[in-house]
């Protein structure tokens, strides 16, 4: 693996720790059996939200759209089944965003709190099984991601589809 790819692996493996972290203090919020104060929970939500979405990002830009331009066949194999999971929990995500408003998070708090600690925990489950398969398997195709590709998703403009959802006043709708 070239030094330069290392560096980019080790940068998204610091990512991971952070979001890790954003997961563990939003799931911390959530084990209250009581609604928590509304600009604490919509800080952690978007905290959470905007980490995981930038480092999409840079996942697409340095990993993601190189394993979709390879095409040797098990390249193509592990991207397509990769890219298909990830997009799967990231539809669940952003129905789950859409779906669960502060306003109506605080309202329904007891519904609430195991539905988002599931949709939190599959992205850290996601993040983890990332650091053994897909690291992995670009050290053993030797997929250079020492520099940027072209994007296929834009996943920072997804975030702010969802901000409004998160930062919504609180306000029942």
Known sequence: MLAS???VQEQ???EHSRIFGLAAELNALLASAIPVDPDVLAKARWSFASALMQHLAVKE?????????DR????????ASSKSDLLGRFAA???HMENWPTARALAE????CPNAAAVVDRFVERLKHEETELFETLNRFDVD?????TVTSNWVRK???VKDKVHDKYKPH
């Open 93 to 95: 995500y952003t129905q």
């Open 159 to 161: 975030a702010f589809d």
């Open 109 to 112: 708090w007891s519904t609430y």
């Open 145 to 149: 991601i020492s520099f940027p590709s």
């Open 72 to 79: 040797r066949p098990q390249v193509e194999a592990f991207y």
């Open 61 to 69: 830009r340095y990993i993601y759209a190189k394993l979709e331009q």
């Open 12 to 14: 998204l493996l610091r």
């Open 5 to 7: 790819s290392l560096k």
